[in-house]
């Protein structure tokens, strides 16, 4: 009996893939836990609340770290994903050999409405593997914001955080690693 087992990629190949042109932008894909995963589509919801966030996390950190907006992060899993926001340690010239490493990240965000499962589940154990420390999702459909932090290995080996918040579209949020810094999260929701 053969046993059929999908090609799992390491990030080396998966770079060699890009470079030799058999992965473009156009294909809108992302390497999670070694396998192609297809990017869904963004709604115009999504675009614009990705646009604002990154526009006010800027307005209010500036030049104190970087921040990247649906760009890759390279972890240790054989996982590239790009996530819709990432604040990371140092300057925009400090990745120009290489994406954010997970030690370099200080917050990974995700602007979740058709994906939010999928954000709640592989995209959080994901992170939690690693050592992301926070890890917010923006619920769209629910209009709330999903904040984690303290990831930890459960006796079965999963990945998980220990500590879940929910903040809701009239409260403000702080910022990681900015605790004078308070995000106002009426600003992010877009409303129709």
Known sequence: MNVVTPKRFTIDEY????????????????????ELIQITAKGTPHTVCSSIL???????????????????????????????VVIARGRDEDYLAHHPYAEDILLVIEISDSTLSYD???????????GIYDYWIVNLNARQLERYNQPYQNAQGEFNYLSKQIYLPNQSVVIPGFEDTLLDLSRIFPTL
């Open 15 to 34: 770079h060699r893939l890009i470079s030799l042109g058999f992965l473009t932008e156009s294909d809108r894909i992302e390497l999670i836990g070694g």
């Open 54 to 84: 990154c526009r006010q996390l800027d307005r209010l950190l500036g030049d104190r770290v970087v921040i990247r907006g649906q760009d890759p992060i390279t972890l240790p899993n054989n996982s590239e994903p790009e996530p819709d």
């Open 120 to 130: 709640q589940t592989t995209k959080l154990k994901l992170y939690a593997e690693v």
